[in-house]
T-cell receptor
Framework: EDQVTQSPEALRLQEGESSSLNCSYT??????LFWYRQDPGKGPEFLFT???AGEEKEKERLKATLTKKESFLHITAPKPEDSATYLC??????????????FGTGTLLAVQP | DAGVIQSPRHEVTEMGQEVTLRCKPI?????LFWYRQTMMRGLELLIY????????DSGMPEDRFSAKMPNASFSTLKIQPSEPRDSAVYFC????????????FGPGTRLTVT
């Protein structure tokens, strides 16, 4: 069964203090790994898709990387506006093409000024 | 584009009542997804449609839940009768599918069943 585990559950950083969020996954053939950001009271907002081990993508202070077992979301010199819950999701093959996403429970990031 | 539109944004109802949640996907997207989010279980897929046809409803918790997509621009999720354990935030999302699979979420409907 496809599974996603995110750690830590919560992370508190000082402004400018870089860190990484982890997403470990088990999937029967990875079709794609997705990162989303969710602000309180809003729907998840798409950030990145990674398709194969070794792939990296960047957006402002965020960089996502992928290995065969896990993905990291690196946050460089974070600002208070980066505070949110970051969700990881995987899409596998499940015996055939599927568009189902399996989500982790997220990492709640708080960046203090 | 206005993004995925959901209504109502908040719904408070009494146990036993029928609840209908509505979703308008992004124009041109041919996949539509219904999710439920709770603190305990996180974000769970309930059902998804491709070109208005239900593809996978294995996440629908029980027969009290039903979903329809009568056309490409409208879908409903109905709960009848509602129970307090159905209280959650319900999200609708849409995607293009091939070649990219990222899903775009609506703002959600916060359902409270008393």
């Amino acid at each position: 069964e496809d599974q996603v585990t995110q750690s830590p559950e919560a992370l508190r950083l000082q402004e400018g203090e870089s860190s990484s969020l982890n997403c470990s996954y088990t999937v029967s053939g990875l079709r794609g790994l997705f990162w989303y950001r969710q602000d309180p009271g809003k729907g998840p907002e798409f950030l990145f898709t990674l398709y194969s081990a070794g792939e990296e993508k960047e957006k402002e202070r965020l960089k996502a990387t992928l290995t065969k077992k896990e993905s990291f979301l690196h946050i460089t010199a974070p600002k208070p506006e980066d505070s949110a819950t970051y969700l990881c999701a995987v899409q596998g093959w499940e015996g055939g093409a599927t568009n189902k996403l399996i989500f982790g429970t997220g990492t709640l990031l708080a960046v203090q000024p | 584009d206005a993004g995925v539109i959901q209504s109502p944004r908040h719904e408070v109802t009494e146990m036993g009542q029928e609840v209908t949640l509505r979703c308008k996907p992004i124009s041109g997207h041919d996949y539509l997804f219904w999710y439920r989010q709770t603190m305990m279980r996180g974000l769970e897929l309930l059902i998804y449609f491709n070109n208005n046809v239900p593809i996978d409803d294995s996440g629908m918790p029980e027969d009290r839940f039903s979903a329809k997509m009568p056309n490409a621009s409208f879908s409903t999720l109905k709960i009848q009768p509602s129970e307090p354990r159905d209280s959650a935030v319900y999200f609708c999302a849409s995607s293009l599918g091939i070649p990219t699979y990222e899903q775009y979420f609506g703002p959600g409907t916060r359902l409270t069943v008393t």
